[in-house]
């Protein structure tokens, strides 16, 4: 099993897990990405999770920023595809599953309250690629599928999140298991229910 990190000497959790090797990643530069597909190597890949992500301020319009939203929109929808295309060979190898990690913040019919541009219309982008690549990897019986992992106490999401990164990451991994082709270009809840876009 592989994990990425930016600063793998950082990543201390993830360093501990049995049986991982942490590879440095940053999802927003072709040659880090590039680094990370000859590391692996041509082994097939089965489970490919694309959860690298940053926040934005729930900004208005007043207060949208312009830069931060092109850096957020880098890493949370171009770096899914930068990596999903450099892993191309190992997934078409196994036959394997890719899963974007989104947000119901990327929901358009799901969106009450506003605010957050740059996150929404990053996670929004997200979803849109993965159902992209769904439709140019089918014929590869390679499955790219968006999931939502819920509002987890994460760094990101803060301590007032509802649920645990173990909780959120448990109904994911279930998930992983369950889903496969028929699924794939379809956007889920952790808990299995399909999300509005």
Known sequence: MHGTARSPKDAKELG???????????????????????ALG???????????????????LAKFDPKLALDVFDTNAVGPVRVTRALLPQLRAAQ???????????????NQMGGAYAYRMSKAALNMAGRTLAIEL???????????????QTDMGGAGATIT?????????????????????????????????
């Open 165 to 197: 990164a173990q909780e959120s990451a448990s109904q994911l991994i279930a998930l992983f298991d369950r889903l496969g082709m028929e699924s794939t270009g379809k956007f889920f809840r952790r808990s299995g229910e399909v999300f509005p876009w």
């Open 138 to 152: 089918a014929k590869e019986k390679v499955a790219s599928i968006v999931v939502e992992p819920g509002w987890v």
């Open 42 to 60: 041509p082994s097939g890949i089965d489970v490919l999770v694309n959860n690298a992500g940053i926040a934005s301020p729930w900004e208005s």
């Open 16 to 38: 501990a897990l049995k049986g991982v090797t942490v590879h440095a990643l940053d999802v927003r530069d072709d040659a880090s990405v590039d680094a990370l597909a000859r």
């Open 96 to 110: 394997g599953k890719v899963f974007h990690v989104s947000s119901g913040m990327g929901s358009i019919g799901d």
